[in-house]
């Protein structure tokens, strides 16, 4: 028997894929060739993969981090 603890997260769940889903399919914007911070070319694999990705893994994981540590006053 699911308590409702167990409901709560399925729900949570559900609700990510469909995040995940609309984010993968609002991306129409062309890859790009080379990044845009640091202009190095962006492996065909990862242009491949995600569409419209505009920086190398590098940079991409320094823009995360700076928006995940940025908080507006």
């Known amino acids: 028997m699911a308590d409702w603890i167990d ?3 399925e729900y949570q769940l ?4 469909a995040q995940i889903t ?5 991306q129409t914007a062309p890859s790009a060739l080379f990044c845009v911070d640091c202009d190095t070319p962006i492996a065909e694999l990862r242009r491949k993969i995600i569409h ?3 920086r190398c893994i590098e940079c ?3 823009e995360e981090i700076k928006r995940k ?3 507006p006053v």
């Open 7 to 9: 409901e709560s997260q």
């Open 14 to 17: 559900k609700i990510l894929e």
């Open 22 to 26: 609309q984010a993968i399919r609002s």
């Open 52 to 54: 419209g990705v505009q």
């Open 60 to 62: 991409q994981e320094i």
């Open 69 to 71: 540590n940025y908080r």
